[in-house]
C-alpha cells in the first residue's frame, strides 16, 4: 500500500526538509508544531527593544546539498553570510553556539578573528526555514503525545486533553506514515512504546543551554560582536544587531538599544537547569559585567534581560545514522541529534526520509 497522507511532528529545519519533500513528490502532509512559531532551536524573540536571535545562533555548511540551500536562501532573501569580529582568549575554535560547527576566519588582532564561513537566518534566525514552506499544512500549538496504531498500518495521533474545556485525549488524524522530528527524549516518549527498534533513542545524551537576552541602552564601545570561552559559566556572547539587517521590529527602537544573547555554557546550564528565568537572568548579568570589567569596558545602563531556557539544547551524544524507522519505513524519527549537534545536520537528517517507504 503506498504511502499517501504524512504527519510530520515537529516544525524544525529537519521536520520541515521532510516535509517539503514529501510534498513535492505528491503527498498529502500535514505538519504538527507545539509552538506558535517555526524553526525549532532556529529562534528569534520579538520584545519592545528589538528582535534577538535566541537560539542556534549561526548555519555553516559541508555537503554540497546543504551549501546549496543556504545560496537558494540567500537568493530568496531569507539568510545572508555572517562575518562577525569574534574574541576568544584561547584563540580556540568559536563552538559555544547552539550549532557547534567549527569555523574559519581570518585574525584582525589579538584574540581576536572575523570568521568567513557563517549563515544565519534574514533579517532574523528563524527566516532560514522560509524556503522550506512549500505549501502544505502547519497546524500550530499541538502537542502530539501519542500514536496509536491501527490494524491497516495507519496510526493515529493524539494530543493531550486541555482542560477544562478537553477530558480525554485529542485525535489529529489518521496518516499513512509519521515523522517525528523533535528532541531525542521527546521522540523517546512518543517512538519507544512502539517498537523495540526506536529504544536506542534512549542512549541519546541531550544537554540544556539556557539563552539570556539582554538590551543595554547604549552600544557596547567594542571592536568586535561575539565572544566565547571567556568565563566558565558561558560559552557565547553575540551582539544581535547587524549593519546589512533591517529590524523585523520597526516599532522597537534598535537603532538605539544595543541587544545580545548569552548563551550558558554545558555545565553551568546542567548546574542550573531548574532554576527560574529571573535568578538566571540575574546571575548571568552579573557574569557579563565581570567579564567586560576584565577587559576594561564600561558596560551601559541594562534596559532589558530575560531568560529562556532551552531543555535539549546540545546534542552531547548523537545517534549516529541520519534517522531511524520501524514498521517498514512508516514511522521515522529524525533531527540533529541524530548526527550531532549543526543546523546541517538536522536538515540532512529530514531529507532521506521520504524515500524510506
Not at 584563540?91 to 549563515?119: E, K, Q
Not at 534598535?254 to 528565568?277: F, K, L
Not at 552579573?286 to 534581560?305: E, Q, W
Request: with cysteine; aromatic share 8%; net charge neutral.
Amino acid at each position: 500500500m503506498p504511502l499517501k497522507k504524512i504527519a510530520v511532528v515537529g516544525a524544525g529545519i529537519a521536520g520541515l526538509n521532510a516535509a517539503r519533500i514529501l510534498y513535492q513528490a505528491g503527498f498529502e502532509v500535514q505538519v504538527f508544531e507545539t509552538s506558535r512559531g517555526l524553526g525549532g532551536r532556529l529562534a528569534a524573540r520579538r520584545t519592545d527593544f528589538g528582535v534577538f536571535n535566541h537560539g542556534a545562533q549561526f548555519a555553516t555548511a559541508r555537503h554540497p546539498d546543504f551549501i546549496k540551500y543556504l545560496d537558494d536562501a540567500i537568493r530568496h532573501g531569507s539568510a545572508e553570510l555572517w562575518s562577525p569580529a569574534c574574541y576568544n582568549p584561547n584563540m580556540a575554535p568559536i563552538s559555544g553556539s547552539l550549532d557547534s560547527s567549527s569555523t574559519t576566519g581570518r585574525a584582525t588582532g589579538t584574540n581576536t578573528t572575523v570568521n568567513t564561513n557563517w549563515f544565519r537566518g534574514f533579517p532574523a534566525m528563524n527566516k532560514l526555514v522560509a524556503p522550506l514552506l512549500a505549501g502544505f499544512a502547519i497546524r500550530h500549538n499541538i502537542r502530539i503525545a501519542r500514536i496509536a496504531p491501527l490494524g491497516n498500518n495507519r496510526f493515529e495521533l493524539f494530543s493531550p486533553p486541555v482542560p477544562p474545556q478537553q477530558t480525554s485525549a485529542v485525535s489529529h488524524g489518521v496518516f499513512d506514515g509519521v515523522i517525528v522530528a523533535i528532541p531525542a527524549p521527546q521522540s523517546a516518549e512518543i517512538l519507544m512504546p512502539l517498537s523495540a527498534r526506536f529504544d536506542v533513542i534512549d542512549d541519546v545524551k541531550m544537554a540544556p543551554c539556557w539563552a539570556v537576552m539582554m538590551a543595554f541602552e547604549n552600544r557596547i564601545s567594542t571592536d568586535f560582536d561575539v565572544l566565547t570561552d571567556t568565563h566558565p559559566a558561558i560559552s557565547w556572547m553575540a551582539r544581535n544587531a547587524a549593519p546589512t539587517a533591517p529590524d523585523p521590529a520597526p516599532q522597537a527602537k534598535s537603532g538605539v538599544y544595543d541587544r545580545w544573547t548569552i548563551h550558558t555554557s554545558p555545565q553551568w546550564s546542567q548546574d542550573h537547569v531548574d532554576e527560574t528565568a529571573d535568578n538566571v537572568g540575574l546571575q548571568i548579568e552579573n557574569h557579563v559585567r565581570s567579564v567586560f570589567a576584565g577587559m576594561n569596558i564600561a558596560l551601559p545602563a541594562v534596559a532589558m534581560r530575560d531568560a529562556h531556557r532551552w531543555r535539549f539544547a546540545r546534542t552531547i551524544e548523537p545517534l549516529g545514522q541520519s534517522h531511524i524507522s520501524a514498521f517498514d519505513g512508516r514511522i521515522a524519527a529524525a533531527g540533529d541529534w541524530c548526527m550531532g549537534a549543526r543546523i546541517e545536520a538536522a536538515y540532512e537528517s529530514g531529507s532521506p526520509l521520504p524515500t524510506q517507504s
